[in-house]
């Protein structure tokens, strides 16, 4: 499996930023998917997750200002991500959403949201 992650990028805070990770060597359809992220000196953390029904679910942080959605013909999930603030930075990745054992996680994409 191969998750190549990208569209991070240098924001000002209230700017935005569309991701979109692509997965090969899978079926994505029947795939529940997920965004994550990881700041400087913190654990990875679950941002949003899309199910194969396309049923969302969000982190309180991000609720209201990030949108998750995935296009199966293209085996791709996006992070559509507004209102962004400094607290978003991270590298943010993909993964399927129901835990260990993960898939190799990738490179992920920078987010740097400057106040």
């Known amino acids: 499996v191969q998750l190549q992650a990208s569209g991070g990028g240098l924001v000002q805070a209230g700017g935005s930023l569309r991701l979109s990770c692509i997965a090969s060597g899978i079926i994505f359809s029947i795939k529940d998917m997920a965004w994550y992220r990881q700041a400087p000196g913190k654990q990875r953390e679950l941002v949003a997750s899309i199910t194969t029904t396309s049923s969302t679910n969000y982190a309180d942080s991000v609720k209201g200002r990030f949108t998750i959605s995935r296009n199966n013909a293209e085996s791709a999930v996006y992070l559509q991500m507004n209102s962004l603030k400094p607290e978003d930075t991270a590298v943010y990745y993909c993964?399927?959403?129901?835990?260990?054992?993960?898939?190799?996680w990738g490179q992920g994409t920078q987010v740097t949201v400057s106040s």
């Open positions: 993964n399927h959403l129901h835990g260990s054992p993960y898939w190799p």
